[in-house]
């Protein structure tokens, strides 16, 4: 639902972990609205293209994949117990990279 975004692009709120450590994080993104921040180009996909083929094409969100570069140790703000992202952190700048890739989705088409 849109209202739970509260005006923003993404909202995303977990824990991440590496070996023994855990982080509890949120990240309230705004993408540019600007066409070149807004789009992913090339996303590998076979499907087919003919008007006999029924079916729906879904996109698969590959979530590591938007997180792989985050550094965590960069997050220095806190709110309600949860690192929180800042854009002028690595961790921001790293995860709107992930996002805009194009192996963090996958399209498949699904027969009815």
Aim: aromatic letters at 8%.
């Amino acid at each position: 639902e849109f209202a739970k975004l509260d005006g923003k692009t993404l909202l995303l709120e977990g824990k991440a972990t590496k070996g023994a450590d855990e982080v509890s994080f949120r990240v309230a993104m705004d993408i540019p609205d600007d066409a070149r921040m807004r789009i992913v180009q090339s996303i590998p996909a076979q499907v087919p293209l003919d008007a006999a083929s029924a079916g729906r094409l879904e996109v698969e969100v590959l979530l590591d994949s938007w997180f792989t570069n985050v550094d965590f140790s960069t997050l220095t703000q806190e709110e309600q117990g949860k690192k929180v992202f800042t854009p002028d952190s690595q961790a921001w700048i790293a995860l709107m990279q992930g996002v805009r890739a194009r192996q963090s989705y996958r399209l498949r088409w699904v027969n009815p």
